[in-house]
């Protein structure tokens, strides 16, 4: 039932910039830890950021300094500013969501969102 929902994806040139935004979907509920994964074809899921509830962020070497993560509490919803985009960013990107509850620790994936950047 619950589900997150990306958006935001698209083709640009090289140099440019898009903002990926993840919300949920289905019953309310809170997220501790929440963040972006990108693979590309052939390749390997691979971290690109994630947020905590507090604030705290980690980037993968290869997007730091040029993506940008965020999220708002209220709405359960992470988003990721993406700057200085090249050919090597090119891959379907997922939004993550951690939940942990008494009965358990829960992780949620988004469908995917297209990013494919062009030179």
């Known amino acids: 039932q619950v589900r997150l929902v990306e958006s935001g994806g698209g083709l640009v040139q090289a140099g440019g910039s898009l903002r990926l935004s993840c919300v949920p979907s289905?019953?309310?509920?809170?997220?501790?830890?929440m963040g972006w994964y990108r693979q590309a074809p052939g390749k390997q899921r691979e971290l690109v950021a994630t947020?905590?509830?507090?604030?705290?962020?980690n980037y993968a070497d290869s997007v730091k300094g040029r993506f940008t993560i965020s999220r708002d509490n209220a709405k359960n919803t992470v988003y990721l500013q993406m700057n200085s985009l090249s050919p090597e960013d090119t891959a379907v990107y997922y939004c993550?969501?951690?939940?942990?509850?008494?009965?358990?620790?829960?992780?949620?994936w988004g469908q995917g969102t297209q990013v494919t950047v062009s030179s």
């Open positions: 993550n969501a951690e939940q942990i509850r008494l009965t358990g620790k829960y992780t949620y």
């Open positions: 289905g019953s309310i509920f809170s997220f501790n830890t």
């Open positions: 947020i905590s509830v507090g604030g705290g962020r």
